[in-house]
């Protein structure tokens, strides 16, 4: 990997260039103070007369209920382990690292907190999945996670992936070590656990002008340099496509060497924009972009393939 999370003694006294790339900060971890009740507000201000109103309403419900478990089931554990670790693997790598049972107490408190608001499909959605064995969530999980979709099962998917997400985002705001800039490629992959991105966000602030790419499990944003495709790294044959004009907000970075995209979030032209909200809200984009032949190169947590939610 090309960012590595490392024990913080390991970056006293390093002045070679595979230590640092200049002051850019590699990671943003989330905040998960504040992370989900401003998704959950922008969720709902999106919402309003929206064609997919329903629905964002219940993306920010469900990322409602996350910030409620959250506060009531921290995330008790040491991870100092993990930086031990002297591969080349990202320290919570999703296809190999060993699940602790405790989502399964955050995905039975999702389901707790969001029954008494439910009703028709989602209400009947949340009770088999209520029903299901430890052993059957773990199967879901592992199919999730290593991007195997089923019409069968993805009714169910927001629902473990809200779970999964947030036990992924509580370890990797645990992480006690630093992240380190290196030099190297491959970094369409999040550096922490090896998922793939939401969408990329233009920073504003400390960080302004700099793209960085929002994992869709861990939260985690890592940096990927403007003007180079975030799927295959390719710089010669990109476009930049979006519904309004060159000064909108959203835009997709399309690449014909790969033939994917990738939407892109400025916080610029609006500073309300958030990565998993403003992309769930822009799918008449995606619609777009499938019609000029491209395939999205990221997936929303609320928006897998073939679900039927």
Known sequence: MSIRIVPQDQLAGQNDK????????????????????????????????????????????????????LHDHPLQQDLAFLLENKGERPPLDVSVFPRDPHWHTLLRALIEELKPGADGQVLSTLENLEKMSAQEWETLASALLNQQFSEEDNDKAPFVWAALSLYWAQMATSLPGKARAELGEHRQFCPVCGSIPVSGVVQLGTTSGL???????CETEWHMVRVKCSNCEQAGKLNYWSLDDENSAIKTESCDDCGTYLKLLYQEKDHRVEAVADDLASLVLDIKMEEEGFARSSINPFLFPNSNI
């Open 18 to 69: 595979s230590s640092t790339l200049g002051a850019i900060p590699p990671l943003l971890f989330a905040n998960l103070k504040s992370l989900y009740s401003n998704r959950a507000e922008r969720l709902r201000q999106l919402a309003e007369n929206h064609p997919l109103e329903d629905y964002l309403d219940f993306a920010a419900a469900v990322v409602e209920a996350q910030q409620k478990v």
């Open 211 to 217: 793209r960085y790419l929002h994992c869709n499990l």
